[in-house]
């Protein structure tokens, strides 16, 4: 049991003030985003237009990814850097850079390129993440 004795008057000052208000935040931030969840608009027309407006440079994690098991992680990335900035640069998809690199067509077929750029079969860690939170929940709740 904590007593008058056992801490100096300083520490308690400080989380009368301090503790409350972050619980108020926090119940706050939570309250909203639970109606923000259950409010949610999702226009799937919208979305799917905005994956594609950048032609294909979101993607390139994905790219960096696959092109990284056959050529190593260095080589990689400074394939689709240089590739990223041209098409980003030049204002073209960047497949088309990609298929003029001698390096990837080498190894790479066109439907392995598309495979890569195309944002509707890629999740990237979101999957490992989700599992590993609903492990966590699993075992809190025992």
């Known amino acids: 049991m904590v007593s008058e004795n056992e801490r100096d008057w300083g520490c308690f000052i400080s989380e009368w003030e301090g503790l409350p208000r972050a619980f108020v935040l926090m119940a706050t931030a939570l309250e909203k985003a639970r109606y923000i969840l259950e409010n949610l608009?999702?226009?799937?027309?919208?979305?799917?237009?905005?994956l594609f407006l950048q032609k294909g440079l979101m993607m390139s994690e994905c790219v960096m990814m696959h092109l990284a098991r056959k050529l190593g992680r260095l080589t990689a990335h400074h394939i689709v850097y240089d590739a990223c900035m041209?098409?980003?640069?030049?204002e073209i998809p960047l497949k088309d850079v990609l298929?003029?690199?001698?390096?990837v067509t080498d190894d790479f077929t066109e439907e392995e390129i598309d495979t890569m750029l195309n944002p509707e079969q890629y999740l990237g860690l979101a999957p490992i993440f989700c599992d590993r939170v609903l492990e966590a929940y699993k075992e809190y709740m025992g």
Do not use: C, P, Q, S
Not at 41 to 50: A, G, L, R, T
């Open 41 to 50: 608009i999702v226009y799937e027309d919208h979305m799917k237009k905005n």
């Open 86 to 90: 041209e098409a980003y640069e030049k």
């Open 99 to 103: 298929m003029k690199t001698k390096v």
